[in-house]
């Protein structure tokens, strides 16, 4: 006969064992779960930039990104981004021409000069690479649209630093500083070589005149790189650009052995073509020696990124090759 005390034994017993074994389940199908569930993402989703303006938090893939200056727009679709809105090139009403159909479908937002802040809005931007030199009005009107990248301005010869402010916000430094260290092979190839041995000129043509570029720019850095020696009225610049134009009766300032010929827009272009039929261009030594070279005013006066700088090395192999 069973007893009240015998049959609560057998109950405890009965749950007990059935506990186990739900216990030995859940464990035994918890490596399974576990095996099949997706870790939880480690991956930060923001990240910190130093700019003109202190550090700023962008998101670690910006998705919407608009770009306010040509060398932001360079940066950007030399490392694989296609930017929601950019600006027109400077004296243009469309992005810069020598980026290709890729920058020629991309809505303009705003001039070098200021930003449409309406079309920037619409643009619903979750980054925006803006020029250096940007004023403090405009940054907080951006920034308050986006978080906005502002590098500081470059010193003379560090023409690579602003990029990399917009590459590392863009989440993609790695990628520019290999586009730009094959660069620098190239021109190192070149210095090897001696083809570019002698003095170098570049000298951007706008309507009023001709300008010569500041050596510490990016196609003199190149061009040094390569082997060039800059003419001294190019490293006496400073900070600035460029000269203040010269009249036909100063060239003899960029009379070097081998001149780069930027023409800027069309009135550039024409004013190039009429000094070309002055004796004093007739006169330049490397008119004679057949070593001067037209280039885009665009790429060579106005812009710099990776691919700027890889159609300078272009321009500069085919003007020696």
């Known amino acids: 006969m069973t007893t009240p005390t015998a049959r609560r034994r057998g109950a405890a017993t009965l749950a007990a064992t059935a506990a ?38 962008v998101p670690a893939e910006p998705e919407r990104v608009i770009t306010l200056s040509e060398p932001a727009l360079d940066v950007a679709l030399g490392v694989g981004v296609t930017p929601v809105g950019t600006t027109a090139s400077r004296g243009g009403d469309a992005p810069p021409a020598y980026l290709g159909d890729d920058a020629a479908a991309i809505p303009v937002v705003g001039t070098v000069r200021e930003a449409n802040l309406e079309a920037v809005l619409e643009a619903e931007p979750d980054l925006i690479l803006a020029a250096s030199g940007l004023d403090q009005a405009q940054y907080d009107a951006l920034s308050a649209i ?139 030594q490397a008119v004679q020696s057949g070593a001067a070279t037209d280039v885009d005013g665009g790429v060579w006066s106005s812009s710099s990124g990776p691919i700027a700088a890889e159609r300078v090395m272009d321009d500069i192999e085919a003007a020696v090759s």
């Open 20 to 57: 186990l074994t739900l216990a030995l389940s859940a464990c035994g199908g918890s490596t399974e779960d576990t095996a099949g569930a997706e870790a939880p993402s480690s991956a930060p989703t923001e990240t910190t930039v130093a700019t003109a303006f202190g550090d700023v938090t």
């Open 146 to 284: 986006a978080p906005t990248v502002v590098p500081e301005a470059a010193a003379t010869g560090e023409w690579a630093a602003p990029l990399h402010t917009y590459a590392e916000a863009l989440g993609a430094d790695d990628e520019l500083t290999e586009r730009l260290d094959g660069v620098t092979e190239r021109a190192t190839a070149l210095a090897d070589e001696g083809a570019l041995a002698g003095t170098v000129a570049v000298v951007r043509w706008s309507a009023t005149g001709p300008l010569v570029m500041n050596a510490g720019n990016m196609p003199g850095q190149l061009l040094q790189a390569a082997g060039a020696e800059p003419v001294q009225a190019a490293v006496d610049l400073g900070d600035s650009p460029h000269s203040d134009p010269l009249s036909l009766e100063n060239l003899g300032e960029v009379d070097a052995d081998r001149v780069f010929l930027a023409a800027f827009g069309a009135e550039g272009a024409g004013a190039l073509a009429a000094a070309k039929a002055e004796p004093a261009f007739a006169r330049l």
